[in-house]
């Protein structure tokens, strides 16, 4: 199964792209998809939207894992953030891939055990996951890692991954 983790964002949008053979998680590929503040809104997000669409034919997921809004500390950037996971949705939808939402609390339980760890103790347990020695330095790509460990592990519970 291949997994697309995304944390969405107008400035950055982290993504991921993990196969999940048996019980390994393996990293494919990550990166982040990084909008100029000097562009309108509408250039940024058709800036995400074509991005988005070239991932997608590149790797063809099966499905996406999306972090979801939940809370914002900042109430200046949750309607640009909204509006940049909304475009996000209508290309997956586009594209018939299954979408999973979690909210970062549901993340953190799922990948750590408990929902408000903080970003090391995210990371450590990404990096113990994936196998893999050297993590990306973006914290939003780091959290798309781990939005994707989320989906596969939730359904390895479930029985369905």
Same mark, same amino acid.
């Given at each position: 199964?291949?997994?697309?983790?995304?944390?969405?964002?107008?400035?950055?949008?982290?993504?991921?792209?993990?196969?999940? %053979?048996?019980?390994?998680?393996?990293?494919?590929?990550?990166?982040?998809?990084?909008?100029?503040?000097?562009?309108?809104?509408?250039?940024?997000?058709? %800036?995400?939207?074509?991005?988005?669409?070239?991932?997608?034919?590149?790797?063809?997921?099966?499905?996406?894992?999306?972090?979801?809004?939940?809370?914002?500390?900042?109430?200046?950037?949750?309607?640009?953030?909204? %509006?940049?996971?909304?475009?996000?949705?209508?290309?997956?939808?586009?594209?018939?891939?299954?979408?999973?939402?979690?909210?970062?609390?549901?993340?953190?339980?799922?990948?750590?055990?408990?929902?408000?760890?903080?970003?090391?103790?995210?990371?450590?347990?990404?990096?113990?996951?994936?196998?893999?020695?050297?993590?990306?330095?973006?914290?939003?790509?780091?959290?798309?890692?781990?939005?994707?460990?989320?989906?596969?592990?939730?359904?390895?519970?479930?029985?369905?991954?």
């Amino acid at each position: 199964m291949r997994i697309l983790g995304i944390d969405p964002g107008l400035a950055i949008v982290g993504y991921s792209v993990l196969d999940i %053979e048996k019980e390994d998680n393996i990293l494919i590929s990550s990166g982040s998809i990084q909008t100029d503040k000097n562009k309108s809104d509408a250039e940024r997000l058709f %800036e995400i939207m074509t991005d988005m669409q070239t991932i997608i034919d590149k790797y063809k997921p099966d499905v996406a894992s999306v972090e979801k809004l939940f809370y914002f500390k900042n109430q200046k950037t949750i309607i640009p953030v909204a %509006e940049a996971r909304g475009v996000i949705l209508a290309m997956l939808q586009k594209n018939n891939i299954k979408i999973a939402e979690f909210t970062p609390i549901e993340v953190k339980q799922m990948i750590t055990g408990y929902g408000r760890a903080s970003k090391d103790e995210v990371a450590k347990i990404v990096q113990m996951s994936i196998k893999y020695n050297k993590l990306p330095k973006l914290d939003d790509t780091l959290d798309s890692i781990a939005i994707a460990l989320c989906y596969s592990r939730t359904n390895m519970i479930t029985g369905r991954c």
